[in-house]
């Protein structure tokens, strides 16, 4: 007998809530049948779990029905039906369509009123009724972009106009000075350089002060690499200041990038080895610039090194250079020697445009000029440039949503005691398609084109490789115009891991051989993010349009993205 007691009662415990919370139903009905229809398409919430919830949905519905012009409208009392059902009845009465509101044009610019409604007097402007309270928000908020954070709006005086419509008084409560930045405080990261705040931001003191905007630009601080917000921006007002705080982190932005490739020479039948090594020092002086060194030896016996420097605003200026050293040495035909000067200009944190110089100086280092197609020359281009970044900080294995790099370059050519003119145009550009949180599609164009009356073999463009049409020697392809496309398929099986597919296209021409072909890359990849850096495994095989499928002509790159 105790044994059943006990049971019963641990019965009781466990199910007494299932047994005594019930669900309770509401139901609210209108004055009439079209009443009704009107609140049951509010789609208001039928069943609720106690006697409050209730209460807060009609209180709910009767808030939703006035701004819908319903501003007469009338609620009974709320009657229980039985121990699980509710109703209660609203007298919608008559709704009310428009609003005439009136206002003094002395504390408001008609542009901000002409924005959100199309009619517009000196004294006053329609609006529809259920669009009073956003209207007021979006003034307000106009207002406060002027400088006065602190304004305050408010309908008075309202009344019944007609049958169909309201009117009343716009009372607008601000300061008469406008609030301006005196001074900007950067917390955590004091060294970050300011030049960034008053050109890449273009937040500066004396300017004047508004919160949106400032949140919205200092949120492109996570598109540098060298830094990044901890947090919102903070306000301190005084009487007679306004104290702007940013709070920022120093990241790490260095990065050492290398990739080791092999694969089968076909004529020896031996395996070969080639890669490069990428250095990038950026912000190391606290002054935005940015470092870059490359040294790449290639299958074919062909070496290349690259040293870029960029400084940023110089002299506080919105002005930056950018200067290239570029040594390409083929075997024992040929050196090139490529230097560049440029000018940049910032436009804003996306776009960016160059202006400034190129020069190339080629030598033949055949003792005996065996080849035609090698000769000494000279070059002096003048270039111009755009480039745009669409970054996507949220992802670590992609942080570059989209990018375009387009250079067109025009000069002429010595050679001997010749000279010709020539035009070099490039394009790089570059696309992720997210299709949900895993699924993307990568697409990738690159081309370029070398314009001139005649070429030799040292001036031509050279593509191929792990950065170009996967499954080809690294720059083993020379020609006088190229178009490449490259598509990838990734898969992300986490934020830290990515497996990928390879489909590479290309098209190129070569004046001097009177060649044209077609080539394709097929293949695999996936990637691993860890402490170390990025690592990245490509395996592609190469082909052109009339070659049978070999598996000897694969190729398999390593690669590793350090940040330091």
Known sequence: MQKASFLLLIIYILFSSELFCQNLHLKINGNNEFETSTIDSLNYLKIHKDYTSITHEVDSIQKRLFKMGYIENRLNKIIKINDSSFKTQIHLKKKFNNIYIYYDKTTIERRFLEAVSEKVFDDYFELEFSKTESTLNFINSKISEEGLPFSKLRLTNIKIKDTSNLSANLIIESDTKKRIISDIIIKGYEKFPRSYLKHYLKIKPAQVFDLTKIKNKTNQLNNLRFAKELKPPEVLFSKDSTTLYLYLEKAKSNSFDGFLGFGTNEETNKLEFDGYLNLNLTNNLNFGESFKLLYKSDENDQKTFQADLTLPYLFKSPIGVDLLLRIFKKDSSFTTVNQALKLHYQINPKHKIYAGLLSTESNNLLTENTSLTISDYKTQYYTLAYEFIKPQPYNLLFPINSKLYLETNF??????????????????VFKIFNLNRKNSVFLR??????????????????FGGINSIRGFEENSLFSSLFGLINTEYRYQLNNSIY????????????????????????????????????????????KNENQKFKLSNSKIHLSLIANF
């Open 411 to 428: 000069g002429e050519r010595k050679s001997l005691n010749t000279q010709e003119k020539q035009d070099h145009v490039s394009i790089d």
């Open 499 to 542: 497996v990928h597919s390879i489909i590479d296209a290309a098209y190129f021409e070569n004046k001097i051989s009177n060649a044209k072909e077609k080539l394709f890359g097929y293949g695999f990849g996936f990637g691993i993010l860890t402490q170390a850096g990025l690592f990245k495994f490509n395996y592609a095989n190469g």
């Open 445 to 462: 164009l690159n081309g370029a084109s070398l314009n001139s009356n005649t070429y030799f073999e040292n001036e031509l463009l050279r």
